[in-house]
């Protein structure tokens, strides 16, 4: 098999961004501004590039947004003295706290202390629970929920579908399964780790294989069968002389020998990545109409 199909995050990403930011102008024309307001605690440069990129959407798109810059050393009581005046803003329906904050904060207990109806993460443990519960009015985690979307346009049928998620976080491999799982998409899910015993063996199993491991190309064409479909959520650094700053970015996938076995793949970049900052961008939208009992 060659024929595969590049499953294109930034096309797919785009349409859903154009379809915020009609909604967006049709809740302005009511008087409301949806509003996100992004946390940054220190200086680290890949968050500083996250953060400024969803800035510079919810510009694009007519959304109201507040960006805060903590120092590195800003304590636990200080960050949450931030939270808890942002979940009091009526400006303000999103509230992100750019992960992974410094060491000495406890990031559990800043995502219990966002407002849940303000959670467009998708974090607190009120919209995991409307997650299990396939409770339409709770926020689902920005990439599993771009997965979906990934799978939809490139017209996957899920139901009956054996689908392999490999990862177990609270980001994207439990999220992703619940996801997969519930009334509408129908698959038969395993949720596997870096643990699991025999991997790849459960790997070729799969109709559908969602990497989320963290780990550079670690799935071989080996691992595949063949007509799967992959989605790659990975985003690794690897060192690359030949590149101008010095590495490359790579999924959790090794996309030249996978790719040839696919029916379908995302590649990265371009696949997965877009499509997060789209839909933390549909869910401040969601966010700002349920607040105002729309």
């Known amino acids: 098999m060659s024929d595969f199909h590049v499953i294109d995050g930034k096309a797919v990403a785009e349409s859903v961004l154009e379809e915020v930011g009609r909604e967006t102008a049709e809740l302005k024309a009511k008087g409301i501004t949806p509003g996100l307001a992004v946390v940054l605690v220190g200086d680290d440069p890949a968050s500083a590039v996250y953060v400024g990129s969803k800035v510079r959407t919810c510009a694009k798109l007519g959304l109201h947004s507040k960006k805060i810059v903590l120092p590195a050393e800003t304590t636990q009581e200080e960050l949450l003295a931030v939270v808890r005046e942002l979940n009091a803003d009526h400006t303000i329906h999103g509230i992100l706290v750019q992960s992974p904050p410094p060491k000495h904060i406890n990031e559990e207990e800043i995502v219990r202390a966002i407002d849940p109806r303000k959670d467009v993460d998708g974090f607190h443990p009120e919209n995991v629970a409307k997650l299990a519960l396939e409770d339409p009015t709770g926020f689902v985690p920005c990439t599993p929920a771009g997965c979906m979307r990934?799978?939809?346009?490139?017209?996957?049928?899920?139901?009956?579908?054996?689908?392999?998620?490999?990862?177990?976080?609270?980001?994207?491999?439990?999220?992703?399964?619940?996801?997969?799982?519930?009334?509408?998409?129908?698959?038969?899910?395993?949720?596997?780790?870096?643990?699991?015993?025999?991997?790849?063996?459960?790997?070729?199993?799969?109709?559908?294989?969602?990497?989320?491991?963290?780990?550079?190309?670690?799935?071989?064409?080996?691992?595949?069968?063949?007509?799967?479909?992959?989605?790659?959520?990975?985003?690794?650094?690897?060192?690359?002389?030949?590149?101008?700053?010095?590495?490359?970015?790579?999924?959790?996938?090794?996309?030249?020998?996978?790719?040839?076995?696919?029916?379908?793949?995302?590649?990265?970049?371009?696949?997965?990545?877009?499509?997060?900052?789209?839909?933390?961008?549909?869910?401040?939208l969601q966010a700002a109409r349920q607040i105002h009992g729309l």
């Open 150 to 284: 990934l799978l939809a346009a490139a017209k996957v049928q899920t139901a009956g579908a054996e689908a392999v998620v490999i990862g177990r976080s609270m980001i994207v491999g439990k999220p992703m399964a619940l996801l997969l799982m519930a009334k509408g998409s129908d698959a038969t899910v395993t949720v596997a780790h870096s643990r699991s015993k025999d991997l790849p063996a459960i790997c070729r199993r799969a109709d559908i294989v969602i990497a989320a491991v963290g780990r550079p190309e670690m799935v071989k064409a080996d691992w595949i069968k063949p007509g799967a479909v992959v989605i790659d959520v990975g985003i690794n650094r690897v060192e690359d002389a030949s590149a101008k700053n010095g590495y490359r970015l790579v999924g959790d996938v090794a996309y030249d020998e996978v790719a040839p076995k696919c029916s379908a793949i995302t590649p990265v970049p371009g696949g997965v990545g877009p499509m997060t900052i789209a839909l933390l961008m549909k869910n401040t």
